[in-house]
């Protein structure tokens, strides 16, 4: 059983750059949740998506854009990068709307470096 | 905004210690987690407290939710090596959709 898969694990831009990252939920999850996670912080919520719709959004510019599939994998997108957006992105799954959205499955994230 | 703060941010001690990790919140939570983070890994998923008051046991871990459930603690008895890591606490919204992270405690346990 696949647990969550990001992609890239690793990526370097510059600023002023777009970047987009990847997300495919674990097997049988249809909600996905994406966090950003700075160096020696908590992850902070920047938004959720479940029926292919953003359900919930954190504190976080207009700049940061996501999209989910039909098969409810995901991405995230990131335009006109700052210096402080590198940090490590973390995607989440979960089921909805069975009560068990309280149990998240974290992927690896990918670490986005911004010089 | 709902913001969890935890206690103490580092806590380096040796193997067969007990210590206690510590999550405060002024705001109410519906539930609330415990996670585990090792370097370049996402967070586990250690235990969800949902009951003001609860107590749950996990080996040689004890979580425990506040009356109020506005706060939560970690504790863990005779801590080793393998404890290392990052361990976050998050608490739930009402609507159950997002999680509101603390800023980590960064345990080490030398052998």
């Known amino acids: 059983d696949a647990g969550v898969t990001q992609s890239p694990t690793h990526l370097i831009k510059t600023r002023g750059q777009q970047v987009t990252l990847r997300c495919s939920p674990k097997?049988?999850?249809?909600?996905v949740s994406w966090y950003q996670q700075a160096l020696g912080q908590g992850p902070q919520f920047i938004f959720q998506?479940?029926?292919?719709?953003?359900?919930q959004r954190g504190n976080f510019p207009d700049r940061f854009s996501g999209h989910q599939f039909p098969n409810y994998s995901s991405e995230l997108n990131v335009n006109a990068l700052l210096l402080g957006d590198s940090a490590l992105y973390l995607c989440?799954?979960?089921?909805?709307?069975?009560?068990?959205?309280?149990?998240?499955?974290f992927g690896s994230g990918t670490q986005l470096s911004v010089l | 905004t709902q913001l969890l703060e935890q206690s103490p941010q580092f806590l380096s001690i040796q193997e067969g210690e007990n210590l206690t990790v510590y999550c405060n919140s002024s705001?109410?939570?519906?539930?609330l987690q415990w996670y585990r983070q090792e370097p370049g890994e996402g967070p586990v998923l250690l235990v969800t407290v949902v009951t003001g008051g609860e107590v749950k046991k996990l080996k040689r871990l004890t979580f425990q939710f506040g009356d109020a459930r506005k706060d939560s603690s970690l504790h863990i008895t005779a801590a080793q090596p393998g404890d290392t890591g990052l361990y976050l606490c998050a608490g739930i919204d009402n609507a159950g959709n997002m999680l509101t992270f603390g800023g980590g405690t960064r345990l080490m346990v030398k052998p």
């Open positions: 705001s109410v939570f519906s539930s």
């Open positions: 097997s049988g999850h249809d909600t």
């Open positions: 998506y479940y029926e292919e719709e953003e359900r």
């Open positions: 989440a799954s979960s089921l909805l709307p069975t009560g068990d959205n309280e149990k998240l499955f």
